[in-house]
Every structure is written in structure tokens, then in C-alpha cells.
């Protein structure tokens, strides 16, 4: 029922940026915590960004000032823009969300729903 598409993913010289989006759709009413992870090729998924329903958001303090995550609650959509890309950004970038009144936990297992991913690729 529940579905979360991303997209705008692509392949981007260092120094440049990309505008991620996440679109959810099959939601409930409940108030939700939107968040974006990524995984490398040969590391671990790691927590990136998220934004809570009133519009707080949390960081990885990898992306800070770089990273900026916003979302359209009208659209059910989380957005994630990524300025100042670096070859260590290159990643799968998926979105999630968590039924939560504030921000969700950073790790992983906290979230209830996942997208497939959307692929980055920062060349040096």
C-alpha cells in the first residue's frame, strides 16, 4: 500500500549539485518523520538527513552545510539538495519515513517505510 518513489539521481561532476525527491504516497493521516539514508558501494547504509512533520531536521555531521532536506507535506514529498558534491557522495540515496510527532531515530532499523533508491555518482 504504502510506496515511496525517488528520484533525480544521476551522474554529476565534483562541485556540483543534485535535487533528490521523494514522493510517498499510501500514507495515513498520522503525523510522519521523513528521512534520507544512503549506502556506498562496499560501506554500510548511513543516516543523512531527516525533517519532522512541523519542519525540524536533523543532519549527518558529513553533510552539514552542504546537504539541505526540506519536504511538501501537501504532496507527501521530501526533498534532499545536495550542493558541493564530492566522489565520497557517490551512493544510493533512499528515502524513508517513520511515524513519529518530532524527528525519527537516525538508525536505520527505526523507519517504517523505504524506497528503492535513487543512484548518485560524483565524478572526480
Sequence with gaps: QVQLVESGGGLVQAGGSLRLSCAASGLSRI????????????????FVAAV????????????????????DNAKNTVYLQINSLQPEDTAVYCCAVKYDMGLPSKQSSGMDYWGEGTLVTVSS
Design 31 to 46: 503525523k510522519n518523520a521523513m528521512a534520507w539514508f544512503r549506502q556506498a558501494p562496499g560501506k554500510e547504509r548511513e
Design 52 to 71: 519532522s512533520w512541523s519542519g525540524k531536521t536533523d543532519y549527518a555531521d558529513s553533510v552539514k552545510g552542504r546537504f539541505t532536506i526540506s519536504r
